[in-house]
């Protein structure tokens, strides 16, 4: 009889277990802003892994939930998960399109100087443009790039 009890005790401390999910940062403590519906909501955590939002909802439940490695306390700034704003114009947008695209990310894939230089020289030489002057928005110009 004593045997079975401790069986059944067993069984049922061994069922309760759950591991928490792995999962890469947490963010609370901030104006966390979804748009479940047609009004926004406010939850007091958001939980990421690999990119993709997987939770939103109580701090308590996340902790419980999730082992994450970061946490990040937003001290009351205000977060719009999968919110992307590029800054572009839509008047803007048609231009851009003969362009090559420079952008760092989540725009574009520009992490750094030589990448930028190798894909203008690309897009010069994809594009059949003769040598000429340099249209660009930004003038903060190093002559030492454009010489190249």
């Known amino acids: 009889m004593k045997r079975g009890v401790i069986l059944n005790l067993l069984i049922i401390l061994l069922i309760s277990c759950?591991?928490?999910?792995?999962?890469?940062?947490?963010?609370?403590?901030?104006?966390?802003?979804?748009?479940?519906?047609?009004?926004?909501?406010?939850?007091?955590?958001?939980?990421?892994?690999?990119?993709?939002?997987?939770?939103?909802?109580?701090?308590?439940?996340?902790?419980?939930?999730?082992?994450?490695?970061?946490?990040?306390?937003?001290?009351?700034?205000?977060?719009?998960?999968?919110?992307?704003?590029?800054?572009?114009?839509?008047?803007?947008?048609?231009?851009?399109?003969?362009?090559?695209?420079?952008?760092p990310p989540p725009v574009g894939n520009t992490t750094n100087i030589p990448q930028l230089l190798d894909k203008i020289k690309r897009y010069k030489v994809d594009n059949k443009i003769s040598d000429g002057g340099v249209f660009g928005l930004d003038a903060k110009r190093d002559s030492h790039y454009l010489d190249d």
């Open 18 to 103: 759950t591991s928490k999910k792995d999962a890469k940062t947490l963010y609370f403590n901030g104006d966390i802003i979804t748009m479940e519906t047609e009004r926004p909501q406010y939850v007091e955590a958001l939980v990421e892994n690999e990119g993709k939002i997987v939770f939103v909802g109580s701090l308590k439940e996340a902790e419980e939930i999730f082992k994450v490695d970061c946490k990040i306390d937003l001290k009351g700034k205000v977060m719009l998960p999968g919110f992307i704003d590029p800054h572009s114009h839509f008047a803007n947008v048609s231009n851009a399109m003969g362009q090559v695209n420079l952008s």
